[in-house]
């Protein structure tokens, strides 16, 4: 929530935020008053209550539109860090640029952008919660895990076409194939390699991320471990 509420500047979204900030507060100290505990479920649900509204609210941000701007720079041939230059990897504009160049220009072109960075996110959260049933089995709490996820989910602006969201899928992948190496199975560990590389390619700044494969593999059994670290 604290999150969230750097991202509603506006005196209209304040207004949103504030009421159903305080009603949560006062809702959470007459159950600690009363010696009660406070389910994390109320507060995970008005998190997902705030990221809709942001979602309504929030307009063409810049951080959107230099992508598909940069894929359509290579539509038009030219050459990333030649001919431009941006920070970031040239990855996905090269992904992107096959679609722009056949699609015709239009607003609704970024409305299409957020549904699929949308569906790329549920399925994030998706293999999120399958990683923490097998590392934590019945402990884990599926409220406590959207609770964290909808406190985290704006800095990532979940619905805009980045980098982020796709080096976020194959990281989550690499991590759950990772799961599977100990035990003699060398196919989640080339996937899982090939994840993280795939991850790298989108944004390379997670590079130490790289090392969770090898970690998985020193989890298991002595035997066969050149054999896997080669993969």
């Known amino acids: 929530m604290i999150t969230v509420s750097l991202s509603f500047l506006k005196p209209v979204e304040i207004l949103i935020l504030l009421p159903l900030s305080a009603l949560a507060g006062a809702w959470a100290f007459a159950r600690f008053k009363n010696g009660g505990g406070v389910s994390f479920v109320p507060v995970a649900v008005l998190n997902f209550i705030l990221l809709g509204i942001w979602a309504v609210l929030i307009g063409v941000t810049h951080d959107e539109a230099v992508h598909m701007h940069l894929a359509w720079l290579i539509t038009q041939g030219l050459v990333p860090y030649r001919d431009f230059w941006q920070h ?8 992107m640029a096959p679609f722009l160049g056949w699609a015709k220009p239009s607003v609704e072109l970024f409305d299409l952008m957020r549904v699929f960075a949308g569906m790329v996110f549920l399925v994030n959260i998706l293999i999120g919660w399958q990683i923490a049933r097998l590392v934590w089995g019945e402990r884990a709490k599926l409220s406590l895990y959207l609770l964290v996820l909808s406190s985290v989910a704006m800095s990532a602006q979940f619905l805009l076409l980045r980098p982020d969201v796709f080096m976020t899928f194959f990281l989550l992948a690499a991590i759950r194939l990772s799961l599977d190496i100990p035990g003699e199975r060398p196919w989640p560990a080339f996937l899982a390699g090939i994840s993280v590389t795939l991850a790298a390619s989108f ?7 790289c090392l969770l494969p090898v970690l998985a593999v020193f989890v298991g059994k002595k035997e066969g471990r050149a054999g896997l670290l080669a993969l």
């Open 88 to 95: 970031t990897s040239p990855f996905l504009w090269v992904l």
């Open 203 to 209: 944004i390379a700044k997670q590079y130490f991320l």
